[in-house]
């Protein structure tokens, strides 16, 4: 999240935000230009349909107006726009062990507030998020002996959520060596939102230590994975361990 102050608005962006961009637009439009605490309020706890979500962004931002020393008294949500970002792909767990995978619609949401006497002199210019950078040109070229054996190294490297090797879920893209020998290991997740890209490296460099590799590992968002990425092997692990979308 972003949060930025002129002399009087308080601007607040955050990414990914677990709401469809219908159901954000739909929610902010029935608020902007309401004062922020009764907004709040009202994304809240109603009358008519809640969001929770956006609820919170405003929460951040009021806290924000606060530490600026604004009166949130006095503050209106003058401005909003929801803009549908990536999906957020994780796991869903069943009963008996059974499991799948679930897709969450996200929205970029940006929020603007501004003092009561302010808003009607002038207009609230409220940007858009930047389009998704696209993504890099891809070097298909064949992987060496060299690569292949550090892609090797990498089945030993396990997502601890769904305790199969990164190779078979398809997260690792290249793998690259130049010419002193160091290793770039493009890699993905789920999604940009994952917590585990630390964990994930740390896995990496125990296998690279154990063949005495140096690497790095770019992580790369675009495309998304699907879990068409997935190889043959990967997906009889996962349905022995009882993922049924197979």
């Keep these: 999240m972003t949060a930025l102050a002129d002399m009087t608005d308080i601007v607040v962006r955050k990414d990914q935000v677990r709401v469809a961009e219908a159901e954000a637009t739909a929610a902010l439009d029935r608020v902007v230009g309401q004062p ?13 349909r809640t969001c929770e979500q956006l609820a919170r962004v405003l929460d951040e931002a009021i806290v924000r107006a606060q530490e600026a020393g604004l009166d949130t008294d006095v503050l209106v949500l003058s401005g909003a726009t929801a803009v ?12 008996h062990g059974v499991a799948d995978w679930i897709s969450s619609k996200t929205s970029d949401v940006t929020i603007v507030l501004r003092p009561r006497g302010v808003v009607a ?6 940007e858009a998020p930047a389009p998704a950078a696209e ?3 891809r070097d298909d070229r064949p992987e060496t002996g060299a690569e ?9 490297v396990i997502d601890p959520d769904l305790g199969v090797n990164v190779v078979d879920l398809g997260f690792v893209r290249r793998v690259r060596l130049d010419d002193a020998g160091v290793a770039t290991i493009t890699m993905t997740l789920t999604s940009a939102a994952c917590p585990l890209t630390d964990v994930m490296e740390i896995q990496v460099k125990h296998e690279m ?4 590799t140096e690497f790095r590992v770019e992580w790369e968002w675009l495309p998304t994975w699907k879990p068409a990425d997935i190889t043959d092997d990967g997906r009889e692990q996962l349905r022995a361990i009882g993922f049924s979308a197979f």
């Design 36 to 48: 922020a605490v009764p907004a709040r309020a009202r994304l809240r706890f109603g009358p008519g």
């Design 84 to 95: 549908a970002a990536e999906d957020i792909v994780r796991v869903r767990r069943k009963a």
């Design 121 to 126: 002199s002038r207009s609230v210019p409220v």
């Design 135 to 137: 993504p890099r040109p």
């Design 148 to 156: 292949l054996a550090v892609r090797e190294a990498l089945y030993d």
């Design 209 to 212: 230590d154990a063949i005495d």
